[in-house]
T-cell receptor, first 113, second 114 residues
Framework: DAKTTQPNSMESNEEEPVHLPCNHS???????IHWYRQLPSQGPEYVIH???SNVNNRMASLAIAEDRKSSTLILHRATLRDAAVYYC??????????????FGEGTQLTVNP | DAGVTQSPTHLIKTRGQQVTLRCSPK?????VSWYQQALGQGPQFIFQ???????QRGNFPDRFSGHQFPNYSSELNVNALLLGDSALYLC?????????????FGDGTRLSIL
C-alpha cells in the first residue's frame, strides 16, 4: 500500500479554519484518499474521501493537488469537539487488497478555546 | 439505524488465557474487518471476513483467529494471550464491492492482559 506522511501534531483556535496536510507521493491511479478521525475513547470515524476532484461534505472539505501527491483536509470552523487524531489513508481498491485500511500514526489536532 | 456494536467494552485476562470478542456490523453491511490498536498507535489490520470466510489477513500470528456467522456478525478469538496483546480491538463493517466507500467502526473492546 502506498504510504502517507502527516505531521505528528497541530494546534488551532476555536472557530478558526484548520488545514491538515497529507503527503502521498507514491499514490497510484486507483487509490482513493480517505480521511478518518478518532476522538478519545471512540473508534475511528469517517470524515471524507476523494479521488481527483475537491470534495465537500457537512463535516469538512478535501482539497487534492493536481498531481495527487498531496491533499489537505479543511475544517472550516474548528470546535472543541474536533480535537482528535486525524488519519489520512490511501484506499487501494485493487483486487488483492480490497477494503483493508492501512493507518499511519495520524495528526493529533488540539483545539484551544 | 444501528451502527457497529462490539462486546464486551472492557475485558481483563491473564497470560495464557483465551478470549473471544464479538461484533455486529452496521445494518446492510456484509463484510467485517478487525483491527488492533496499541496505545498511542494507529489501528493495525488483523483480518477481514466476507461470506463466512477469511479473505485477507494482516501480519498477525495464528493465535488470532476469527469467524463470521450467516447473519454477518463476527468473532475474534485470541489464544495463549501475551502481555503484548493488551490493546483496543476495533471492528469495522463495510459493503462488499463498494471498496471506495467508508468503513464504519465500533468503539472497540479494551483488552488488558495481566
Amino acid at each position: 500500500d502506498a504510504k502517507t506522511t502527516q505531521p505528528n501534531s497541530m494546534e488551532s483556535n476555536e472557530e478558526e479554519p484548520v488545514h491538515l496536510p497529507c503527503n502521498h507521493s507514491t499514490i497510484s491511479g486507483t487509490d482513493y484518499i480517505h480521511w478518518y478521525r478518532q476522538l478519545p475513547s471512540q473508534g475511528p470515524e469517517y470524515v471524507i474521501h476523494g479521488l481527483t476532484s475537491n470534495v465537500n461534505n457537512r463535516m469538512a472539505s478535501l482539497a487534492i493537488a493536481e498531481d495527487r501527491k498531496s491533499s489537505t483536509l479543511i475544517l472550516h470552523r474548528a470546535t472543541l469537539r474536533d480535537a482528535a487524531v486525524y488519519y489520512c489513508i490511501l484506499r487501494d481498491v485493487g483486487e488483492t487488497s480490497g477494503s483493508r485500511l492501512t493507518f499511519g500514526e495520524g495528526t493529533q489536532l488540539t483545539v484551544n478555546p | 439505524d444501528a451502527g457497529v456494536t462490539q462486546s464486551p467494552t472492557h475485558l481483563i485476562k491473564t497470560r495464557g488465557q483465551q478470549v473471544t470478542l464479538r461484533c455486529s456490523p452496521k445494518s446492510g453491511h456484509d463484510t467485517v474487518s478487525w483491527y488492533q490498536q496499541a496505545l498511542g498507535q494507529g489501528p493495525q489490520f488483523i483480518f477481514q471476513y466476507y461470506e463466512e470466510e477469511e479473505r485477507q489477513r494482516g501480519n498477525f500470528p495464528d493465535r488470532f483467529s476469527g469467524h463470521q456467522f450467516p447473519n454477518y456478525s463476527s468473532e475474534l478469538n485470541v489464544n495463549a494471550l501475551l502481555l503484548g496483546d493488551s490493546a483496543l480491538y476495533l471492528c469495522a463493517s463495510s459493503l462488499s464491492g463498494a471498496w471506495s466507500q467508508p468503513q464504519h467502526f465500533g468503539d472497540g473492546t479494551r483488552l488488558s492482559i495481566l
